[in-house]
């Protein structure tokens, strides 16, 4: 009877965990949005209205999104962020979390183009990355021979990690898409992507790279941005 009990209570903690471990992040990130402007409603009201805060950031978040997408918007943006980059250590965080946002979030570009799979830390051992952009020109002309920034975050906070410029022949390109490689990480290896198409991603990627260069504006080094909080080396 007991050891029916208990692995009825077992069941139950891994059934309902999830939910109550959600509800609780979503009740505390609503509560810390809603106390950004409280003291400041509770002034224009002259008392606490629930839910006021929150709703007065998501339209405030709605404008400057908005105002950032034409181009008088644009320029505004652009003096803020240039303004804000004089001051001193303010600079430093602000380029920090805008780096890593913009190479998570894509926004207006690919960040991360494929998922790869490399030999790190040591010939036998394997880590999952993701392909950001071919080799800058001085590393590709020094080196000899065609090569691809690859980043290897870290589990499960994929926010850091480390930048491997490494050669064709090394990297081994996988199936799965990017958001399935974000979460194979994240879950520590837990969520593992099923065996999707029949694709060659190696050979899609390769026509990829091959089209941009033939274009006849260069390719940028998108992952450039990203390398201020990550170690580079060559192999």
């Known amino acids: 009877m007991l050891i029916k009990l208990r692995k009825y209570l077992v069941?139950?903690?891994?059934?309902?965990?999830?939910?109550?471990?959600?509800?609780?992040?979503?009740?505390?990130?609503?509560?810390?949005i809603d106390g950004i402007l409280r003291h400041f409603l509770v002034l224009l009201f002259r008392r606490p209205?629930?839910?006021?805060?929150?709703?007065?950031?998501?339209?405030?978040v709605l404008i400057v999104g908005v105002v950032s997408t034409n181009v008088f918007g644009k320029k505004i943006i652009a003096h803020g962020e240039r303004f804000v980059t004089k001051i001193p250590l303010v600079k430093n965080v602000y380029i920090s979390v805008k780096q890593i946002i913009d190479a998570f979030s894509g926004q207006g570009k690919?960040?991360?183009?494929?998922?790869?799979?490399?030999?790190?830390p040591r010939p036998g051992m394997h880590a999952i990355g993701?392909?950001?952009s071919e080799a800058p020109g001085e590393v590709k002309d020094r080196?000899?021979?065609?090569?691809?920034?690859?980043?290897?975050?870290?589990t499960p906070n994929p926010a850091s990690g480390f930048l491997r410029i490494l050669p064709r022949k090394d990297i081994?390109?996988?199936?799965?898409?990017?958001?399935?490689?974000?979460?194979?990480?994240?879950?520590?290896?837990?969520?593992?992507p099923q065996q999707s198409s029949n694709l060659n991603p190696s050979a899609a990627f390769a026509a990829e790279q091959a089209a941009a260069a033939s274009a006849p504006t260069p390719a940028v080094n998108r992952f450039a941005e990203t390398g201020a909080h990550s170690n580079t080396a060559v192999d």
């Open 110 to 120: 690919h960040a991360f183009q494929r998922v790869v799979m490399v030999e790190h």
């Open 172 to 192: 081994t390109f996988l199936d799965m898409s990017v958001e399935e490689g974000l979460k194979l990480i994240i879950s520590c290896g837990a969520v593992v």
């Open 130 to 132: 993701f392909v950001t």
């Open 49 to 60: 209205v629930p839910g006021a805060g929150f709703v007065a950031i998501f339209f405030l």
């Open 143 to 154: 080196l000899g021979r065609d090569c691809f920034s690859v980043f290897l975050p870290t």
């Open 11 to 32: 069941t139950g903690m891994v059934v309902t965990l999830p939910l109550v471990v959600t509800v609780y992040i979503l009740v505390f990130l609503f509560n810390t």
